[in-house]
T-cell receptor
C-alpha cells in the first residue's frame, strides 16, 4: 500500500500561471481533503469530498477548484496563481466508518513568484 | 465555531526530560480528539486519539487523556528522545463530520 500520494513534490510558478496538484489514495477511502499549511497557522481546510462526485468548500476555498475524478483521485487546481498561495499543500483521506483518522500525503511545496 | 488552542512553541528540551504540550478545545457536543505529529519534510501522521471523555490515548510512550470538565487533551511523555523532535498538532472532529479542526502546532526540539 502506498497510502496517499501527491505530485509534484515541489513546484515554482509565476503569478498568473495555473497548475493542478494531484492526489491519489489506494486505501478505498470515501472522503478526501485538501489542506494548506502556513507558518504559525496550522492546517486550514481548502476543499473536501465526502464521496465520489461530491465536493464542498472548506475554510479557505478562494482561488482554488477541485475535482474528485474517481474514488481514488482528488485534484486541486490553481487557475491563476498568486503569491499568497505560496504554501505547503497536503492531501488526506478517511475511509473506515466511525474512524475519523485522516491519513496524509507527503505534501507539495508550492512557491509563487 | 469549533477551535483548538495549543501552547505556543517552540519547545526545547534535553533528552530524557518530561514533556507536556497543552491543548484545549472549544466545541459543542462530544468531539473526538487527536494528536498528529509531523517530522521534518513529511506529512502528518496520527500519534494518538481519544473518542470519549476520560479515554486515554497512547502510542510510542506518548499519552493524552480526554478531560471534558476542563476541555483539554494535553500531550505528555515521560522521557523524550532526540527522535521525538517534530511539530505536534492537536485536532478535533465533531459530531457526524469527519473534518478536522487543527491547532497551530507546537515545534519540539530535543537536544542530546
Amino acid at each position: 500500500n502506498a497510502g496517499v500520494t501527491q505530485t509534484p513534490k515541489f513546484q515554482v510558478l509565476k503569478t498568473g500561471q495555473s497548475m493542478t496538484l494531484q492526489c491519489a489514495q489506494d486505501m478505498n477511502h470515501n472522503s478526501m481533503y485538501w489542506y494548506r499549511q502556513d507558518p504559525g497557522m496550522g492546517l486550514r481546510l481548502i476543499y473536501y469530498s465526502a464521496s465520489e462526485g461530491t465536493t464542498d468548500k472548506g475554510e479557505v476555498p478562494n482561488g482554488y477548484n477541485v475535482s474528485r475524478l474517481n474514488k481514488r483521485e482528488f485534484s486541486l487546481r490553481l487557475e491563476s496563481a498568486a503569491p499568497s498561495q505560496t504554501s505547503v499543500y497536503f492531501c488526506a483521506s478517511t475511509g473506515l466508518a466511525g474512524d475519523r483518522t485522516q491519513y496524509f500525503g507527503p505534501g507539495t511545496r508550492l512557491l509563487v513568484l | 465555531g469549533d477551535s483548538v488552542t495549543q501552547m505556543e512553541g517552540p519547545v526545547t528540551l534535553s533528552e530524557e526530560a518530561f514533556l507536556t504540550i497543552n491543548c484545549t478545545y472549544t466545541a459543542t457536543g462530544y468531539p473526538s480528539l487527536f494528536w498528529y505529529v509531523q517530522y521534518p519534510g513529511e506529512g502528518l501522521q496520527l500519534l494518538l486519539k481519544a473518542t470519549k471523555a476520560d479515554d486515554k490515548g497512547s502510542n510510542k510512550g506518548f499519552e493524552a487523556t480526554y478531560r471534558k470538565e476542563t476541555t483539554s487533551f494535553h500531550l505528555e511523555k515521560g522521557s523524550v528522545q532526540v527522535s521525538d523532535s517534530a511539530v505536534y498538532f492537536c485536532a478535533l472532529s465533531r459530531g457526524g463530520s469527519e473534518k478536522l479542526v487543527f491547532g497551530k502546532g507546537t515545534k519540539l526540539t530535543v537536544n542530546p
